[in-house]
């Protein structure tokens, strides 16, 4: 009797628009990159399944109205489908729930930890710019005095994304901003890296690292446009890769010292690391647990999409 196959879930929270028999069909230059996952974990034996939107999910490991993928398009399935494994694309942290954590690629617990910059500090303080936990107008002022008052100074939402609400100005402009209430902040010591990094760029630069399944997968470069300090693609930043072996060797040790308190605890999440170099030391600025898409032309990008799959394959069996 053959042995029934491994149903594979990739959900979305937010319902994706594209053309009849292609969700991805407006996803530009990751298109293609989104089609061969699907393509892969098929040869791979999978059933493949897009949850388009959280009207999907039922709850548990159960959804229905799912696309099939079936032979390069895709196909709708009104029946009820229990899922092997999900790769979580949903943002957000209303899922996965405890229950199904070991199913679900990331689990919660590590969706959490990277999405506030606060707790993400006090795990990895030790190769970060020194940061301070704001909750209030009071204890921003009185955190601003541990600040020169030439240094620039970084502040951020602990929970924002993509660069937004971060504003970087010495400490007579930054002391005058109003605060959200109810808002938690980061006030962090600004990390110049004008210098570049040696071989890789000679710009401000952003060096971003992803791990998955316990290994570096791949790396980019991001720099910011013109005038501007933030190095974020959605702020107008430019992005290229960068070979692994181009990754500076001081990068590379702590990057392998974070995934000793990550990948183990947080059963061997995706996610990415991001660097700065100042005068030859890396600082982490952050780590990332979602993680987009490369572009088709990205050297890497079938090798990052082979890992998310035997991470998968991995949850699939517990």
Known sequence: MPQEKKKIVMYFKRKRTGELGDPFAK???????YHYFFQKGQKLGFEMFLANGEQTYLGELDFENLSYFDKNKFIIKKENITADAVYDRSGGLSFPTNNINKKVLNCIAFKT???DKNSMYGLLKKYMPKSFEITSQKSFIKMLEKFDNSSLIV????KGLGGKGIIIANKDTIKNTKLEKKESYVLQEFVDTSNGIKGITNKKHDL???????????????TPKKGS???NVSQGGKIKEIPIEKIPKKVKLIVKKIQNKIDKKYNYPIYSIDFGISNSKPYVFEINDQIGFPRDSTKNYKKFIDSILRSIERLSKK
Do not use: E, Q, S
């Open 113 to 115: 930890l990277c999405n």
């Open 155 to 158: 502040l951020k939402p602990a």
């Open 208 to 222: 971003r690292v992803i791990v998955i399944g316990g290994k570096i997968i791949y790396a980019n470069l991001r």
């Open 229 to 231: 300090l933030l190095a």
């Open 27 to 33: 996803f530009g230059v990751k298109r293609k990159v």
